[in-house]
Structures are given as structure tokens and as C-alpha cells.
């Protein structure tokens, strides 16, 4: 009764020019204890984003990740969100900073990644793992999109016994 997601019509959107490719920023590297995240973390679930430009995310991929949470019976207070682009983090420091038992990656997490990489739940030292695209490939109204969402959902229930 609860989905992430909605089916309806297919909508069509025209191309537009690709954004500008943000300039990688150059950050020193930080102790574990420095690690900052948008959330309360209170039910040690950690989300990893890039967004070099921003502090967390942008408002619109919140917005999405936030109806995603909802969809989990998770929210704000749940979680723990770091920006990548902000923080190298490993997972030695999620797990010592945040006590991570749970971790989603949205977006690449290595230059090696591939599509095949995406959608399966992974256990390493302790933390479930799930590595999904970029927040911003989910939240399209394209058939991709749908597609895209629908395998996440399946792969959330799994995380959260949805």
C-alpha cells in the first residue's frame, strides 16, 4: 500500500543542453571526528551523495530523497547525510563516526562502477551496503526513471523489511 513508485502517464520531456560539469573542488583531508551530516542519525543509517557545489545536497534531490525515506518509514532524524565532495570518507570512519549499520550510496562510487554494480545489498564489516545512481537519474519522469525507482524500491524493502 506504500510505494515509492507511481505509475501514470508517460510524460515526454525534450532535451535540453547537459549542465556544465562542475569543477572538482579540492578539499584537505579531514579527521573522522570533523565528518559533518544533514540528519539526527539516530537509526544509524548513513547516505552518501556528490555534490561538489553544495554543503549536502541540492533542494530538489532532498525533496526526493525525503519522500524516499517516508516510502521506507524512515525520516529526517533516521539518517545521516554526508556529502562526499565534502568528506573522504571510508568506512572505517562512517562506522567509528556514525556507528553505520546501514549505508546507501547514491551516484558512482568508483571510476570502475558499472550499471551491473547498482541495486545489490552487500555486506562489508558489519554495514549492509546498497549502491544506487545518482539521486538525480531516480528523479526523472522518463521510463528509465520509473525503472530505476522500481529497483531501488525492491532493493529498500529488502534493507529496511519494508
Given amino acids: 500500500k506504500k510505494?515509492?513508485?507511481e505509475i501514470e502517464e508517460p510524460v515526454v520531456v525534450k532535451a535540453t543542453a547537459a549542465p556544465a560539469q562542475a569543477e572538482a573542488i579540492e578539499l584537505p583531508q579531514q579527521p573522522p571526528e570533523a565528518l559533518t551530516?544533514?540528519?539526527k542519525n539516530l537509526k544509524k543509517v548513513a547516505i552518501l551523495v556528490h555534490y561538489p557545489r553544495?554543503?549536502?545536497l541540492p533542494e530538489e534531490q532532498l525533496d526526493f530523497l525525503t519522500?524516499?525515506?517516508k516510502a521506507c518509514q524512515l525520516n529526517m532524524?533516521?539518517?545521516a547525510i554526508v556529502n562526499q565532495a565534502r568528506h573522504r570518507v571510508t568506512l572505517a570512519a562512517l562506522s567509528k563516526v556514525l556507528d553505520t549499520r546501514q549505508l546507501i550510496v547514491f551516484g558512482a562510487f568508483s571510476?570502475?562502477?558499472t550499471m551491473s554494480d547498482f541495486f545489490t545489498i552487500r555486506e562489508l564489516d558489519g554495514i549492509q551496503i546498497l549502491h544506487?545512481?545518482?539521486l538525480e537519474l531516480l528523479n526523472t519522469p522518463s521510463t528509465n526513471g520509473k525503472q530505476l525507482k522500481s529497483s531501488l524500491w525492491v532493493c529498500l524493502?529488502?534493507?529496511f523489511n519494508v
Wanted: net charge negative; aromatic share 8%.
Fill in 132 to 134: 544506487a545512481p545518482a
Fill in 111 to 113: 571510476e570502475t562502477a
Fill in 54 to 56: 553544495e554543503i549536502y
Fill in 37 to 39: 551530516y544533514l540528519g
Fill in 3 to 5: 510505494s515509492l513508485v
Fill in 67 to 69: 519522500a524516499i525515506l
Fill in 157 to 159: 524493502k529488502q534493507l
Fill in 77 to 79: 532524524a533516521d539518517i
